[in-house]
Every structure is written in C-alpha cells, then in structure tokens.
C-alpha cells in the first residue's frame, strides 16, 4: 500500500525558516514525479512545486519561487520542501503527492496524497 | 497562467438523483497526442483530496462507475449518475498543459440536501 506521510510543519514567526519532510512507502519512489500542494485555511488547493524522479529537474510557483526548495533523497524514500522567508500567506495545510506521469500517462496526476502537514505563519 | 473556472459554488443534491460540475479553462487542454490533460479530484470532509477521473475522462482505480468525465479544449464536465451520501465533499478540476503551474479550479462543494 502506497503511504507518503509528511511531518516537520508548525509555528513560525514571518521570515523563518520550516524544512518539511515526506515519507514515502510502498512505492519505487525513486520511479516517480512528486509534488507539494498547498491549501490555506478554508480555501482551495494551489500547487507549489515539483521535483523529477532523479531531482535534476524542479518547479515552483511564482509565489513561491527563490523561497522555497523542493528536493529529494532517493536513498531514503524522501522528499524535502525547505521553506524560507516565509510570510503569513505562506500559512497552509502542505500536501505532498505522487505523479503517475510516465510515457503511457503523459500528464502529472496526482494519484496518492499525504495527510497534510500544517505551517502557520504568525507573530 | 491557465485559469480553470468551476460553476457552481455550490450544489445541493438529494441522494439518488444526479448531479454535474463543469470546468472550463482559459486555454484548451487538448494536447497533439489526442488526450485532454484534465483532472478531477474529490476532498472529503477532513480527508485529503483523492484523484476521481484523469485525461479527462478514464476513472482512477476503485473509483465507483456512477463518476464519469467529459469534454473536450476549454469545457469539461464531472457528473455524478446518482449521488450518495459518502459523495459529500469539494471537487477540483486541474490542468497539466501548461505547466508550470499546475492549476486548478476554485472547488465545488457537493452537499446533500
């Protein structure tokens, strides 16, 4: 059964710094795309960044970009998203997911979601 | 960026009966090689979302066949043949075309009436 189980979110004052983390199991992680979506309190869902299965290749929201990092360990079946500089709309519900994108399936789909990691952004 | 626009807001449904959600982007979604890079995506209450129809209209694994997508380019619809009670939730439609970014419509919260 395929688990991506996220941890590292809390409570961190504007312009701080959060590393989340994504467990994945279950899967050949090192096989797959993978992705961070974001949901604000009571909002919809925003994409945020993605990595390629070998981590060469990387993405991000304008929003987001030059602030954040998404990275990879393959080794340990991980996946990172460093945050810096972080704002008070940066406070959201983080979801990491795997692509089933491959060459039958030509389109990033998001097939399994985490639980959700929770970052607020507040003094 | 592409913009996907889902109507309605909100959509009350008595169990039994059907219901649809359309989506429609600022750009069509219909790629050279034939497939429509939409999705759709159900949140339940307290859950994280879960992917319900790819390329626009193939059903993801375990996905009851009372879920169908259709369309084509710019307008797509989900529709429900009979809503039940366990269908509750927000639905989002997403584009992978033109990307980045991936995105996806505001939501549509499915209620029972």
């Known amino acids: 059964e395929v688990q991506l189980v996220e941890s590292g979110g809390g409570l961190v004052q504007p312009g701080g710094s959060l590393r989340l983390s994504c467990a994945a199991s279950?899967?050949?992680?090192?096989?797959?795309?993978m992705h961070w979506v974001r949901q604000a309190p009571g909002k919809g869902l925003v994409w945020v960044a993605r990595i390629s299965t070998d981590g060469s290749r990387t993405s991000y929201a304008d929003s987001v970009k030059g602030r954040f990092t998404i990275s990879r360990d393959n080794a340990k079946n991980t996946l990172f998203l460093q945050m810096n500089s972080l704002r008070a709309e940066d406070t959201a519900v983080y979801y990491c997911?795997?692509?089933?994108?491959?060459?039958?399936?030509?389109?990033?789909?998001?097939?399994?979601w985490g639980q959700g990691a929770l970052v607020t952004v507040s003094s | 960026d592409v913009v996907m626009t889902q109507t309605p807001l909100s959509l009350p449904v008595t169990p039994g009966d059907p219901a649809s959600i359309s989506c429609r982007s600022s750009?069509?979604?219909?790629?050279?090689?034939?497939?429509?890079?939409l999705d759709w995506y159900v949140q339940k209450p307290g859950q994280s979302p879960q992917l319900l129809i790819y390329?626009?209209?193939n059903r993801a694994s375990g996905v009851p066949d009372r879920f169908s997508g259709s369309g084509s380019g710019t307008y797509f619809t989900l529709k429900i043949s009979r809503v039940e009670a366990e269908d509750v939730g927000v639905y989002y439609c997403m584009q992978a075309l033109q990307t980045p970014p991936l995105t996806f419509g505001g939501g549509t919260k499915v209620e029972i009436k």
């Open positions: 997911a795997r692509d089933l994108q491959s060459v039958v399936l030509p389109a990033a789909i998001l097939d399994y």
């Open positions: 279950g899967l050949t992680f090192s096989s797959y795309w």
């Open positions: 750009q069509s979604l219909l790629h050279n090689n034939g497939y429509n890079y």
């Open positions: 390329l626009g209209s």
